[in-house]
Nanobody, 117 residues
């Protein structure tokens, strides 16, 4: 059974930090992993992604503040979020692509990040 379980969300003041984790299980050979977010009334957007060999990609809005990393042995992806802003508040979702299903990602249930000003 495929599962992606996010953790680490919560309430933080503007300027603060949070670290999100996403542990995947039941997926054969994960290639790319990523974090997306969706704020109320907005479309889901890419925050950051990382390939299996560690190549990263970031949305312009988070460059220099967020860092994505992964532990392939644990099938886990992390998102370190620093200097958080109220506009970063959203539900954050992780996803993962399997080598057996490279066109369709598996998704987690999401974790809420709230940033108070």
């Amino acid at each position: 059974q495929v599962q992606l379980v996010e953790s680490g969300g919560g309430l933080v003041q503007a300027g603060g930090s949070l670290r999100l984790s996403c542990a995947a299980s039941g997926i054969i050979f994960i290639i790319n992993m990523g974090w997306y977010r969706q704020a109320p009334g907005k479309q889901r957007e890419l925050v950051a992604s990382i390939t299996r060999d560690g190549t990263t990609n970031y949305a312009d809005s988070v460059k220099g503040r967020f860092t994505i990393s992964r532990d392939n042995a644990k099938n886990t992806v992390y998102l370190q979020m620093n200097s958080l802003k109220p506009e970063d508040a959203a539900v954050y979702y992780c996803n993962a692509f399997s080598v057996r299903r490279p066109q369709n990602a598996y998704w987690g249930q999401g974790t809420q990040v709230t940033v108070s000003s």
